[in-house]
């Protein structure tokens, strides 16, 4: 790195906040239910634009953003979503839906980017050249060659004692890989609503093919989830909060 790019990446350091109120977060998410029934009150447009920027934030892989987020205003569009939803009353109250959508289709185009548009004067060749390899991760090529390729080279690698990171060897890995990541940024979007006051229920059963029609997806753009959000009626969560004993869930090695 030159010592124009060292002063850059300083100049560009972000010390850790330190005044943030863990007790107001604490109950952003202690709050935050599947809430299965909302009132008719709007969520504002600057209020909803700032949650779905927020999403944005997520973390990702190389910082690829493999994702779209539909929102779906359109009455007879949302009409078709409800249905799609299977009716369910989280669709049928909700104030908004977004169709939050991982994608593999962009890889390049997201590479490309990320040297366009990064924050130094130029990108630095190290970058660059990240960049121009880091899409073949999740790509497999025509007939899977190059998943099958990847598949040998990484047996090779084990025998040498070899270290490679997790990469796509078939179309279900890269689907995978994108659909962790944009259930990140779902994350991300239903804590921001709690934040402004609102509600929001993550809806993974839907008619996903029904999705794709109506939102006109090829099929290297895969639904993860719909998510209704709204204000919360007051009968609007159905069931006490509850979770099992955490040592079912952690383990400390």
Request: aromatic content about 12%.
């Amino acid at each position: 790195m030159t010592a124009t790019h060292s002063a850059e990446k300083k100049r560009y350091y972000e010390a850790a906040p330190q005044d943030i109120d863990v007790e107001n977060f604490r109950k952003v998410i202690e709050s935050r239910r599947s809430v299965r029934k909302f009132t008719d009150k709007a969520i504002p447009a600057d209020v909803l634009d700032a949650c779905l920027d927020l999403a944005l934030l997520a973390p990702n892989s190389s910082n690829l953003q493999p994702w779209t987020f539909y929102v779906v205003q359109t009455p007879a569009t949302k009409k078709q979503l409800i249905k799609a939803c299977l009716g369910q009353l989280a669709a049928k109250t909700a104030s908004e839906l977004i169709v939050c959508v991982a994608r593999t289709d962009r890889l390049d185009e997201m590479a490309k980017r990320n040297i366009s548009e990064f924050p130094f004067p130029e990108a630095p060749p190290a970058v660059q050249k990240y960049y121009k390899f880091i899409p073949y991760n999740y790509k497999t090529g025509y007939f899977n060659a190059l998943g099958n390729f990847k598949k040998v080279a990484f047996k090779v690698a084990r025998k040498l004692d070899k270290q490679l990171p997790v990469t796509a060897f078939n179309e279900a890995d890269a689907k995978l890989w994108a659909s962790k990541t944009t259930a990140l940024a779902c994350e991300n979007l239903v804590l921001a609503l709690r934040a402004y006051g609102f509600d929001s229920c993550m809806m993974e059963g839907f008619d996903e093919p029904l999705v794709n029609k109506i939102l006109g997806l090829n099929n290297q753009q895969y639904p993860v989830m719909v998510i209704g959000a709204g204000e919360r009626a007051v009968d609007g969560v159905f069931f006490p909060q509850y979770r099992f004993d955490r040592d079912l869930f952690i383990q400390k090695v």
